[in-house]
């Protein structure tokens, strides 16, 4: 419905029609956030983590290529899962967020094989550590270092696979302060701003006004 709409109007306003995927769009709109427009002309590593995905994708030279991400439930899933669980409204990530900053970051032990991250098990853990006496504080600490450490395991396996190159992180899930501070830190992430990491409605408009101009 949405091309159909689109191919009406450019024919109704005699105007060229653009078409670009999901991902290119919210790459696109990462890339402008975080000042990296840059790396358009490189190689590198861009990760959509949210509540409607999680992947990890090479790109280059304009080429965008699935190579992992996870198998199940996407992060923001996981994330909203557990927080409605715990009486927090939906969308629960800003809300688990601050709950962690009230709590030391545990040891986790993300489930990752390779290029790809299972997720499900996530939620089982926190009512497991709920049921044990762990405090909201706590349990949101646990939920937010299991996502870090699976977005820095993930990270690393690509390095050791495809080698070493910059990485952008995009999404909603990206816009997690504790998330962000480390993955920046590690691997000189460059990181969406919140506005720019939720909707790819940004970066379509900068693309087809790129096109535009050629």
Do not use: W
């Not at 078409?19 to 790396?39: D, N, P, T, V």
């Amino acid at each position: 419905s949405g091309i159909a709409a689109a191919e009406f109007a450019a024919t109704a306003n005699n105007v060229p029609l653009y078409k670009f995927s999901h991902q290119a769009g919210h790459i696109r709109a990462a890339l402008y956030s975080a000042h990296a427009e840059e790396l358009s002309k490189e190689r590198f590593l861009a990760f959509h983590v949210s509540g409607g995905t999680t992947e990890m994708l090479l790109v280059e030279n304009g080429k965008i290529e699935k190579i992992g991400g996870t198998v199940d439930l996407t992060a923001g899933q996981a994330i909203d899962r557990v927080g409605v669980s715990m009486g927090l409204q939906f969308p629960c990530g800003a809300a688990l967020e601050k709950l962690a900053l009230s709590a030391s970051a545990p040891k986790t032990r993300p489930c990752v094989r390779g290029l790809e991250c299972n997720l499900s098990g996530l939620e089982n853990q926190a009512a497991k550590l709920l049921k044990g006496g762990a405090t909201p504080e706590e349990t949101a600490a646990y939920v937010i270092e299991f996502v870090r450490a699976t977005v820095e395991k993930l990270t690393e396996n690509a390095f050791a696979e495809y080698g070493k190159m910059p990485v952008l992180y995009a999404g909603g899930v990206m816009s997690c302060s504790i998330i962000r501070k480390s993955l920046e830190a590690k691997f000189d992430g460059r990181f969406a701003e919140p506005a720019f990491s939720a909707d790819n409605a940004a970066g379509v408009a900068l693309l087809a006004y790129n096109a535009a101009q050629r």
